[in-house]
């Protein structure tokens, strides 16, 4: 027995066998993904995007926030700047269309480039096979990754990791002669990292985890001459996320701004606690990847008497003692490249998300630093497998079926939005959001009485919910209750003044009914209160065109596509335009909106 152990652990193994081997299983565990239709998140940046449709218009994908579709950013989903990622749909697109089977494909492909690349990686700095090798094979198929790499929207920290993998593999190669660096694969390295950044911003951290790297593992034996050769080297890094900061704030001015006063979830001092204990549930969701989450709602801790706080102290103080005793430089380095990766998701920075939410965590943000305790966990696996091979090999295949099971299970929940979303509230029944994102599927197949029941179950529970009430309105519209509808929009209104989607709907709906009077003076307000409102312009120029009005309808129109380019509806009108100058019935492209 102890010589066919010996025979699955020999020291060197060749990467033909490894890697064919790990790309096989990803597309096994991950198949049934292909099969899964755009979700959430999708729809808004894929199917109703029309800048990724049209390359023309690439300029803006940079100059926009990630969610800035036609103008009207949804009102929690705001302050990001990713135009890598809009460029990688604009790039399906051209291939596939809408196609959602190949939008997975890609996502697919991504994870196996950041798998290979983690081995690569790993393979410079462990001279056995076993650590690179079950730290890849673990990380490949891991269930907590289905979000990033099942759902397409989730594609930002895939694409960020194999840009941040990228990077970290080039600054390795770079440094690998002691008295020289390598200008070449270092230059490559910070390019990379700037292409990370406007991918997703929590690779922010990069620049500490290079300096540690050259610290314990890729310098000299001299540790205060790698420390300072480190910090000299890092500052390009620093530099790069001066400019992104720079760009982002100060040029596009994209940011998530949020009233906080009164809400605890942004006081410093429960930021804390639930920092300390958001490591340990990430953690347990890394060791236990059960019940996974797609809407993970957490209170604010706001003592440090909780349980949950409490054993999260313990956690991170048995952890931090780990590192003190264990005299391995490798361990130490992992050890703090994953405690750094939570920094981006401490919530002292706040991201834009739904109030209910309360401390802000999701699956997704797992997919980086889960790299670093894989590889822990793999180093743990190597050393005491040195004396009881036989009994880790059961264990790797207990932990491969147990892995994969909930990975292949779990990739159905993304089917469609119906199914996702059940699924998600059946999780959290008590969350307004989800109950308007099911009512949106139900009004994407026409079951108008169903989303209307839905939208309604949302407000019950949070009825200044605005985006559910002008869901709700819009579906009265649809259903031909209009003055319910225009009753809903002007309650938003005088809820929030500068609501501009609701005054959209609004005017559009006085348009639908003949009153053009009411329509010309609601989108007039509309771009009083946001000029570059594109919608604004093409309603305006629709209701010139039915009054008679064609010059004004011509330079709406215009006005429209000089704001966005990209936008149909107002290219498609001002063809019908030239085409039917005199026909009183003018038909339009043009219709309300509800919130994604």
């Known amino acids: 027995m102890l010589n066919w152990v010996k025979n699955y652990f020999p020291e060197k193994i060749d990467n033909?066998?490894?890697?064919?081997?790990?790309?096989?299983?990803?597309?096994?565990?991950?198949?049934?993904?292909?099969q899964c239709s755009f979700v959430w998140d999708d729809v808004i940046l894929i199917v109703e995007n029309p800048t990724i449709k049209n390359?023309?218009?690439l300029k803006h994908?940079?100059?926009?926030?990630?969610?800035?579709?036609?103008?009207?950013?949804?009102?929690?989903?705001?302050?990001?700047?990713?135009?890598?990622?809009?460029?990688?749909?604009?790039?399906?697109?051209?291939?596939?269309?809408?196609?959602?089977?190949?939008?997975?494909?890609?996502?697919?492909?991504?994870?196996?480039?950041?798998?290979?690349?983690?081995?690569?990686?790993?393979?410079?700095?462990?001279?056995?096979w076993i650590v690179p090798f079950i730290a890849t094979f673990l990380f490949a198929i891991h269930p907590v990754h289905t979000e990033s790499v099942t759902?397409?929207?989730?594609?930002?920290?895939?694409?960020?990791?194999?840009?941040?993998?990228?990077?970290?593999?080039?600054?390795?190669?770079?440094?690998?002669?002691?008295?020289?660096?390598?200008?070449?694969?270092?230059?490559?390295?910070?390019?990379?990292?700037?292409?990370?950044?406007?991918?997703?911003?929590?690779?922010?951290?990069?620049?500490?985890?290079?300096?540690?790297?050259?610290?314990?593992?890729?310098?000299?034996?001299?540790?205060?001459?790698n420390l300072k050769k480190s910090t000299l080297l890092s500052i390009p890094y620093f530099f790069v996320i001066f400019v992104y900061m720079y760009i982002r704030?100060?040029?596009?001015?994209?940011?998530?701004?949020?009233?906080?006063?009164?809400?605890?979830?942004?006081?410093?001092?429960?930021?804390?606690?639930?920092?300390?204990?958001?490591?340990?549930?990430?953690?347990?969701k890394l060791l236990y990847p059960v019940k996974l989450n797609a809407?993970?709602?957490?209170?604010?801790?706001?003592?440090?008497?909780?349980?949950?706080?409490?054993?999260?102290?313990?956690?991170?103080?048995?952890?931090?003692?780990?590192?003190?005793?264990?005299?391995?430089?490798?361990?130490?380095?992992?050890?703090?490249?994953?405690?750094?990766?939570?920094?981006?998701?401490?919530?002292?920075?706040?991201?834009?998300a739904p109030t209910d939410m309360g401390f802000v965590m999701a699956e997704r943000f797992l997919y980086i630093p889960s790299f670093p305790f894989i590889t822990i966990f793999a180093m743990l696996v190597s050393y005491l497998s040195r004396n009881r091979k036989s009994l880790f090999i059961v264990i790797l295949i207990a932990i491969t079926i147990f892995f994969s099971y909930i990975l292949i299970l779990r990739n159905q929940d993304y089917k469609d939005n119906e199914v996702f979303f059940t699924k998600a509230i059946k999780q959290n029944p008590n969350a307004p959001l989800l109950h308007q994102c099911l009512g949106n599927s139900y009004v994407t197949k026409g079951l108008l009485e169903e989303a209307l029941l839905?939208?309604?179950?949302?407000?019950?529970?949070?009825?200044?919910?605005?985006?559910?009430?002008?869901?709700?309105?819009?579906?009265?519209?649809?259903?031909?209750?209009?003055?319910?509808?225009?009753?809903?929009?002007?309650?938003?209104?005088?809820?929030?003044?500068?609501?501009?989607?609701?005054?959209?709907?609004?005017?559009?709906?006085?348009?639908?009914?003949?009153?053009?009077?009411?329509?010309?003076?609601?989108f007039q307000t509309v771009l009083k209160i946001n000029p570059k409102y594109v919608k604004a312009h093409n309603g305006l120029g629709i209701i010139y065109a039915k009054t008679g009005e064609y010059d004004k309808a011509d330079r709406k129109f215009k006005e429209a596509l000089k704001v966005d380019p990209s936008y149909g509806f107002a290219k498609n009108n001002l063809n019908l335009l030239k085409n039917t100058r005199k026909n009183k019935n003018f038909q339009t492209e043009n219709e309300m909106n509800i919130n994604n």
């Open 295 to 352: 809407y993970i709602q957490n209170p604010p801790s706001i003592t440090i008497l909780e349980p949950m706080v409490i054993l999260s102290i313990c956690f991170l103080a048995a952890f931090l003692l780990a590192l003190i005793k264990i005299k391995n430089k490798e361990f130490t380095f992992y050890s703090l490249f994953f405690l750094i990766t939570f920094l981006p998701l401490s919530n002292f920075l706040r991201i834009s």
């Open 16 to 34: 033909l066998i490894l890697i064919p081997f790990i790309i096989l299983f990803i597309f096994i565990v991950y198949s049934n993904s292909l």
């Open 61 to 128: 994908i940079f100059s926009r926030d990630f969610f800035d579709i036609y103008g009207d950013a949804i009102d929690f989903k705001y302050g990001y700047w990713r135009p890598v990622i809009t460029l990688s749909y604009m790039v399906d697109y051209s291939i596939w269309g809408l196609n959602p089977a190949g939008f997975h494909l890609t996502n697919i492909i991504l994870h196996i480039i950041n798998c290979l690349l983690i081995y690569f990686i790993l393979s410079k700095d462990f001279k056995e």
């Open 454 to 522: 839905t939208y309604k179950r949302a407000l019950d529970l949070y009825p200044d919910f605005l985006s559910a009430r002008n869901n709700l309105a819009t579906i009265y519209s649809k259903m031909g209750f209009k003055k319910e509808a225009i009753t809903e929009f002007k309650n938003i209104i005088a809820i929030n003044p500068s609501y501009i989607l609701s005054y959209y709907n609004l005017g559009t709906l006085y348009g639908d009914m003949g009153n053009y009077e009411k329509a010309i003076r609601v």
């Open 249 to 284: 704030f100060g040029v596009l001015e994209i940011q998530a701004t949020k009233n906080i006063e009164n809400d605890p979830s942004f006081l410093f001092y429960p930021t804390l606690l639930s920092f300390i204990k958001s490591i340990l549930v990430y953690t347990g």
């Open 151 to 225: 759902w397409v929207a989730g594609r930002t920290d895939v694409v960020a990791a194999t840009f941040f993998l990228l990077s970290f593999l080039f600054y390795q190669k770079s440094i690998r002669n002691m008295e020289k660096t390598n200008i070449l694969f270092y230059l490559f390295s910070i390019v990379l990292f700037a292409l990370a950044m406007i991918s997703k911003e929590m690779v922010v951290v990069l620049p500490l985890i290079l300096i540690l790297y050259r610290y314990f593992i890729g310098g000299n034996g001299d540790r205060y001459e």
């Open 55 to 57: 390359f023309t218009v």
